[in-house]
C-alpha cells in the first residue's frame, strides 16, 4: 500500500491570529507547509522516521504490534505537552485549549516500517552496540532510500537520512509501557508535573543518522553515528533536523555519553 501524502496545512493552524495556539505545534506546522511547497516526494507533506524491524524471534509478531501501538500512542501525548506548560493555577490559567494544530501535527506522523526477515533478523543484536551491526542497517536503509521518489535531496528530509531502528532490547522496553499514557490537562502540583514529564522513559528506540555514517571522516570520538532515542524526543529529533536541512547547512545530532566511557550515545535536545 503507497504512503500517505498529504497537502497544504490550513494556515489557521499556524498563524498568530485567535484563538490562542500551541506555538510549538503551530511552528511545526509552519515548517511542515514550507516544506510541503518542495518538490512532492514519497509520503509528502507528512513527518516521522522509517523503522527497520530487527525483531523475529518467537512472539516478535505479537510483541511488534504493542510496541508500533504505544511509540504511536506517547508520540501522540508529546505532541499536546506544549498546551500545559505549567502546574497548578497557572497552567489552569494559561493552558491552550484549543488542540486543533495538535491533532493535525500527529494526523500527518506517518511511520513506515520495512519488515525483512531474511535481510535484517541477523542484524538484531539483541542489545548489543556492534559497529558491524549498525554499519550494515545504515547501508541497508541507504538502499532503500536509493529506490525510492525523495522530491528533494535526502539529507534535506530527516525520513531519508536518519532511521529508527526496533530491535528486541527496544521493542520489548516498549511494550513494558502502560497502555496509556497520562491525560491530556494540567498537572495538580510539581509532583505530577515530573510524573508526566517521564511519560514515556525506560522506552527507547535506535536513531542512525546514515548520512553521517556514511561518512567516517567525520566522525569524532567514539560516535559513529547511531544513539539511542527517548519516546519524548521522537517530535524533537525529527523537526530539529527538518530545520537544519531547510537551513541548507550539514548539521548532526547533538548527542551524549550519559554513562561516561559506556561507548553508547543517545539523542541530546541542545
Keep these: 500500500m503507497p504512503p500517505p501524502t498529504f497537502g497544504p496545512v490550513p494556515q489557521h493552524l499556524w498563524d498568530r491570529s485567535p484563538p490562542p495556539k500551541d506555538r510549538i505545534a503551530s511552528g511545526r506546522l509552519n515548517r511542515l507547509d514550507w516544506y510541503i511547497g518542495l518538490p512532492r516526494g514519497h509520503a509528502h507533506g507528512s513527518w516521522g522516521y522509517t523503522i527497520l524491524r530487527t525483531a523475529y524471534g518467537p512472539g516478535s509478531d505479537a510483541l511488534f504490534a504493542v510496541a508500533l501501538d504505544r511509540l504511536k500512542s506517547y508520540v501522540h501525548w508529546w505532541c499536546h505537552d506544549g498546551r500545559f506548560h505549567a502546574y497548578g493555577a497557572l497552567c489552569e490559567r494559561e493552558r491552550v485549549d484549543f488542540d486543533e494544530p495538535n491533532e493535525e501535527l500527529f494526523r500527518r506522523f506517518y511511520v513506515e516500517v520495512i519488515e ?116 519524548s524526543s521522537v517530535e524533537f529529533s525529527w523537526f530539529r533536523r527538518l530545520s537544519r536541512g531547510i537551513s541548507g547547512k550539514r548539521h548532526y545530532f547533538e548527542h551524549e555519553e550519559r554513562e561516561r566511557g559506556s561507548g553508547i550515545y543517545w539523542f541530546a535536545e541542545q
Excluded at 159 to 188: G, H, M, N, Q, W
Excluded at 205 to 214: F, G, H, N, P
Design 116 to 231: 525483512d526477515r531474511e535481510g535484517l533478523a541477523h542484524l538484531d543484536g539483541g542489545g548489543t552496540t556492534g559497529d558491524a551491526r549498525f554499519m550494515a542497517l545504515g547501508e541497508y536503509f541507504r538502499r532503500w532510500v536509493a529506490g525510492v521518489e525523495t522530491g528533494v535531496q535526502p539529507e534535506e528530509n530527516p525520513r531519508f537520512c536518519t532511521c529508527l531502528v526496533l530491535d528486541s532490547e527496544s521493542a520489548a522496553s516498549l511494550a513494558a509501557l502502560p497502555e496509556k499514557p497520562p491525560p491530556l490537562r494540567c498537572a495538580v502540583d510539581i509532583e505530577e508535573k515530573r510524573k508526566f514529564l517521564s511519560t514515556g522513559e525506560g522506552a527507547l528506540v535506535w536513531l542512525l543518522e546514515t548520512d553521517y555514517m556514511a561518512e567516517p571522516e567525520l566522525h569524532e570520538d567514539a560516535y559513529r553515528g547511531w544513539m539511542k532515542l527517548d519516546l
